[in-house]
Each structure stands twice: as structure tokens, then as C-alpha cells.
């Protein structure tokens, strides 16, 4: 099964509102990366953030992680209909190596 | 422009054939990486390279093949023994490991008529 597991699976908003993504995971990470892909393109990576850390902040996003719930919420302020696309969230395993395992991915759509 | 790009954008093949995916990179990356994706599904690694001359399996190996002679170049063979190949290919790079964040190709949508 995916080590991570986006929710919800698709999300629908204004142009405007927040959209909150969320990723669950199953075991230790030393870091998990959000990315995001248009239709049909290659994927995007937006941030990264490290296993000792809880939040980081780029631009309209905002991401968070919370070890001990083995979870992370990636927050896009403001959206617009450019926002529109899928987002995934991947993680690196704590012993790892360079293997960065993806999550399902949540679709979104922004509409105006 | 630094970047990494793959051809063909769209490849159509028969049943039985092999086919070569092609994926270069001139961003002087160490690591490249080879994912599968299906509809509506998450990307699975296919196989990845560390280092010019080296390559590992990644979770989804079989009926694949991949090769890393030059540093700028990681191509992927599906091979008839890939039960089912259609999907959408993508290769990606990074400076090196774990930390690393991955640069992605457009991606090759592979079908298999």
C-alpha cells in the first residue's frame, strides 16, 4: 500500500478561499515533499520539510507536520484558478536512501 | 536552459515490442529516477540511479530495464515481459539523496495497442 494518503481525494473551492490538503504516512520519515502537477505534465516540487521541523511557510503555502500523528497538511491561501491541479505529497523513510515514496494525490479545482 | 526532458511526449506500440523511453538531463545531476504512473494513482518507482554506472530496482521492477552510461542520460527499456505498460512514464533528477527534492521531466505517455 502508499506509504502516504492524501485527503481529501479531490477538493472543489472558489476562487479566493483556502484549500487544506492532508497526508498521512506510516512509518518514520526524514523528510516529506509536496508537489504538484498540471494535467498531464510532469510534477512540480513545491516544498520540503524536515522531520525536526513543524511548519514552513513559501509564498501562498503553508505547510505543517506533525510527527507523532505521522501526518501533514499542505494550505494554499487565496487560491486562484491557476491553483488548479493535482498535489502529492511524497516522503523519504528514515533509512531510506534517495527512495521518495508518493501518496495518491488530492485533484483540486478552483473555479472562478 | 537547464532542465530535464523526455521523448517522445506520446509513443504507441504493439504488444510484444519493446520500446526505449529516453530521459536526459543537464542539470549535473548525480541521481535520476524512473516513475510509473496509472490513472487517478500515485507515482511508483520503477528504478533508480545514484551514480553514472549504477542503478538499483526500485518497487516495480519487473519487465523493465535501464541503463546509466553517461551521467546526463537514464533510459528506460519497457520490455514485452511488462504485463501491463500503459501508463504515463516519468523521470526525474536531484543533486543527490535523501534530502534532495526531485526535478521532473514532462512525462511519456506510453500505450500499448
Known amino acids: 500500500s502508499q506509504q502516504g494518503e492524501e485527503d481529501p481525494q479531490a477538493l472543489s473551492i472558489q476562487e479566493g478561499e483556502n484549500a487544506t490538503m492532508n497526508c498521512s504516512y506510516k512509518?518514520?520519515?526524514?523528510?516529506l515533499q509536496w508537489y504538484r502537477q498540471n494535467s498531464g505534465r510532469g510534477l512540480v516540487h513545491l516544498i520540503l520539510?524536515?522531520?525536526?521541523?513543524r511548519e514552513k511557510h513559501s509564498g501562498r503555502l503553508r505547510v505543517t507536520l506533525d510527527t507523532s500523528k505521522k501526518s501533514s497538511s499542505l494550505l494554499i491561501t487565496a487560491s486562484r484558478a491557476a491553483d488548479t491541479a493535482s498535489y502529492f505529497c511524497a516522503t523519504v523513510l528514515t533509512g531510506g536512501g534517495n527512495k521518495l515514496t508518493f501518496g495518491t494525490g488530492t485533484q483540486l479545482k478552483v473555479e472562478l | 536552459d537547464g532542465g530535464i526532458t523526455q521523448s517522445p511526449k506520446y509513443l504507441f506500440r504493439k504488444e510484444g515490442q519493446n520500446v526505449t523511453l529516453s530521459c536526459e538531463q543537464n542539470l549535473n545531476h548525480d541521481a535520476m529516477y524512473w516513475y510509473r504512473q496509472d490513472p487517478g494513482q500515485g507515482l511508483r518507482l520503477i528504478y533508480y540511479?545514484?551514480?553514472?554506472?549504477?542503478?538499483q530496482k526500485g518497487d516495480i521492477a519487473e519487465g523493465y530495464s535501464v541503463s546509466r552510461e553517461k551521467k546526463e542520460s537514464f533510459p528506460l527499456t519497457v520490455t514485452s515481459a511488462q504485463k501491463n505498460p500503459t501508463a504515463f512514464y516519468l523521470c526525474?533528477?536531484?543533486?543527490?539523496?535523501?534530502?534532495?527534492?526531485?526535478?521532473f521531466g514532462p512525462g511519456t505517455r506510453l500505450t500499448v495497442l
Open positions: 512509518t518514520s520519515i526524514n523528510n
Open positions: 520539510i524536515r522531520s525536526n521541523e
Open positions: 540511479s545514484q551514480i553514472v554506472n549504477d542503478f
Open positions: 526525474a533528477s536531484s543533486i543527490d539523496h535523501a534530502t534532495a527534492s526531485k526535478f
